[in-house]
């Protein structure tokens, strides 16, 4: 478990599978990115999803994404996908993230905002999220 930071990073490498035939990313595969993105940020605050969903009860579902695709990754690029909590509910969180380049002055490749919803594994109705769970997440600005 890490300390909680106002934002996560973490790293994916661009392969071929990931592109389409021109070797750029095809754009629905920036969700799998931001998906694996949240993922590894649960991991580092000291929650498994699958441990969540069998411990717990609870899952976490997608009810709303934007996304905005400034620049194209291509086939091979080593990747930056951010995390951000910027509002917390009482059954919800607002994410913002970005997928950039490292070395890229130009700016984030893909930006996003992602509603998460916390649901009840067996009904999916919304619930609230546990408080050991809201505990290890920053404070919003």
């Known amino acids: ?3 909680a930071v ?3 990073h ?6 071929y599978e990931d592109t389409d035939s021109g070797g750029v990313v095809y754009y629905a595969n920036y ?14 605050l000291g929650f498994e999803q699958d441990e969540l969903i069998r411990d717990e009860g ?10 905005e695709y400034r620049h194209p ?3 091979n690029d080593l990747l930056t996908v951010s995390v951000r909590v910027v509002e917390r509910r009482r059954a919800s969180l607002i ?10 002055e130009r700016g984030p490749l893909c930006s996003a905002t992602i509603k998460i919803a916390c649901l009840d594994a067996e009904s999916l109705a919304p619930r609230p999220i546990p408080e050991k769970i809201l505990r290890e997440i920053p404070d919003v600005d």
């Open 1 to 3: 478990m890490c300390p």
């Open 6 to 8: 106002a934002e996560f």
């Open 10 to 15: 973490w790293q994916v490498r661009v392969y």
């Open 31 to 44: 969700l799998r990115f931001l998906e694996r993105a949240r993922t590894e940020w649960m991991r580092a």
């Open 58 to 67: 609870l899952l976490f579902a997608v009810r709303s994404a934007s996304l």
């Open 73 to 75: 990754a291509r086939f």
């Open 95 to 104: 994410f913002e993230q970005r997928v950039s380049r490292p070395d890229d």
